[in-house]
């Protein structure tokens, strides 16, 4: 078990680790020859090395920096302070889940709705799929002007941009899921002469369980990926998006690498937990492990 | 002799434990031949095949194919291999499928060509050459992987339940086709089935195996013609060696019952 | 209030009319099924307009479609010049950047069993990830032009299509490795002879992923900074401006470049893997 999975993960983190100690030489030596020119003094390669892994603004800060940084602003700092990334994580985070819940509910809902009537399969699966096709995200910077000069500000425009995100992969997903019975399965009701609602209830709600879990783990990183630039273009101080942002204006890199840090471990966690409880409930439903 | 096994053995290393897959397997093979092997699954019946092809490798005991190791006789392209499915390339066309050996072993496009129309004809597919496997039905796509395995002239074909997913219908007219095929080409075949009519059928040799551990339990060489009609099925030399087979499978199940 | 009435009465016509074709008798010819979700939009497009001339929508919130498509009009070439700047230049040269540079690197991975057990767990997990994030920290490297907005395009695309290579080099069954084998095959006869071709489903699956991911990632990364032209830049200097009649003719370029970036790598599909099961309908 070790020596086939987890070994050679951590071989190829170590390579990557090791890689970006290398590239931070060359990408922060430039700036430390530059200012030695200016005061005329020397230094040894080594302490060129160094100093290309201890500068406090870097163009590309060492691993153990982004690290420290994201240890000081999480443990080290109350989690309502605004330096704290709990805190910024947390803004972010409660949009995300908002706007992943309403987007997996409305979706949910139409897909249900493809599923029964032909009219609206026909007149509004193809628009879900061409969605699908087009940088949607595109829309986030209106969406969130818009709702401000109609008083809306805060947690909704940046949930909207969630919802929004996660809806129609989920669309799509559930109505492949519902219509996974096949003729047979579908016969059989018939023969019982369920009603639609039965129908829905016993067969197809079951059935496209494992559809929803696959686009609800697309639609949840999506949900996130749209609460932070949803947090880029109103020049918002809060949330991961805002840090990002402001990082950027202040060339702050370290900041920036620990907030894109931050949001990686939102995904991961928010896809993790996604997937385990996709785990329990195909096991609550007879899968086999 | 041209294919020769002695003594040999191959355990399987699974999760619950080691598995006799084969144990103390003797065997000889003339060239020429039509050798069945025959018994239920679990028997080793593929396995041997396998190490017939160099596919596995034995835990012991001594293989020769050719005079050579499996290993050498398969870089060697000594034999031709049937699978139980067709496996075609979807990609390639029927004629491109059978050309995949010869590009591989590097035949000149005049030769590929000539060779493909030829061994398309022997299994009775001319004309199918442009199509795409899922547009023939099952029988025709077996049919074009016999072409296959034939396409490069080796002098040995071995056939692992190559009709096996087949209805009956399909399966006796393949059976009649791949004897006179035989006739024609004089090649050395193993053929695997788990149908006694189909083996009693077909064969100059039949050997009959039983599992747990996979092992021979007999070995019958078929007084039978090597002209055989499908009416010879209902002969009674036929019949008298049909029931000497299912005897040998009997005897190899006694002790699960 | 004439208006709103119009825009009930005509949603009640084309959804009546959309209700009898789909479940008319002709409901599966070609034409019909191409013109429902037509009327669908365009009943959607004038209740669009309908509903802000009745309600006087402010042009801040909502700018009928007329507007629009006027504003559409009267701007190509800087529609055009945006268009250039964000789609072929950062989006397409991102693309076959990164999407070379991740084919190559799953052949490799693919040939060492250890660096597929190791890279990919990592690869899948960073394809989860919101890479657009790195957007800032590659402007800074790279400058305000497109460069830096390909090398965001070359990082998105890049997971997506490496973890989808590596699966499809995989996809093979035993039987067809076994025929490899009987052949005497070598690792470069098999590879283009079976591994590449059985791949390119998966190879075209991780492929079609990436087109809205590179147009998002050059898109995403005009925020964060650009010279004054592309599609991003536009959308936030005209939200910025409450110009919405230019910020939505912006969405149309970039919903046609969308559709029809993926349309081009489908068609492409098609051709390719003509014979797998989901093309041969």
Redesign the interface.
Known sequence: MFKRSILPVLAVLGVIIALWYATCIPMNAAWTIQQLERSGETMTTTEHIVDSWSQERPRLPAPHQVAAELWDTTVMKSVTSKKSLVYHGWITLSATLLGFGIGTTLGVLLAIGIVHSRTMDMSVMPWAIVSQTIPIIAIAPMIIVVLYSVGVQGLLPKAVISAYLSFFPVVVGMVKGLRSPDAMQLDLLRTYSASNAQRLWLLRLPASVPYLFASLKIGVAASLVGAIVGELPTGAVRGLGARLLAGSYYGQTVQIWSALFAAAILAAGLVILVGLIERMTLRKMGERP | MIISAKNLDLTFQTNDGPVHALKDVNLEIEKGEFVSFIGPSGCGKTTFLRCI???EQPTGGQISVNGMTPDEA????A???V???A?L???RTIGGNIK??L???GFSKAEQAERVARVMELVDLSGFEKK?P?QLSGGMQQRASIARALAFDADILLMDEPFGALDEIVRDHLNEQLLALWARTEKTIGFVTHSIPEAVYLSTKIVVMSPRPGRITDVIDSPLPRERPLDIRDSKEFIEIAHRVRDGLRAGHQGDV | MIYIVGALILWAMGWGLNARLANGPHAKRRTVQIAVPVIFGVTILLIWELIVRGLSVPLVILPPPSMIAATFGQSLPILWADFVQTFVKGALSGFFIGGLAAFLLAIVVDRYDFLRRGLLPVGNFMAALPIVGTAPILVMWFGFDWQSKAAVVVVMVFFPILVNTVAGLRDT?D??R????????SYG?TLF??RL??A?PFIFNGLKIATTLALVGAIVAEFFGSPTLGMGFRISTSVGQLALDMVWAEIVVAALAGSFFYGAIALIEKGV?????SQ?T
């Open positions: 092809a160099g596919l398969r870089k060697a392209r034999y031709g291999y699978f139980q499915a496996g390339y979807p990609w995949l050996p590009e591989i072993m795409f899922w | 069954s039987m067809q076994d025929l490899m084998r009987t052949y005497g095959a006869q002879k079976l071709p059985a390119m893997t003509f014979w797998h099961p041969r």
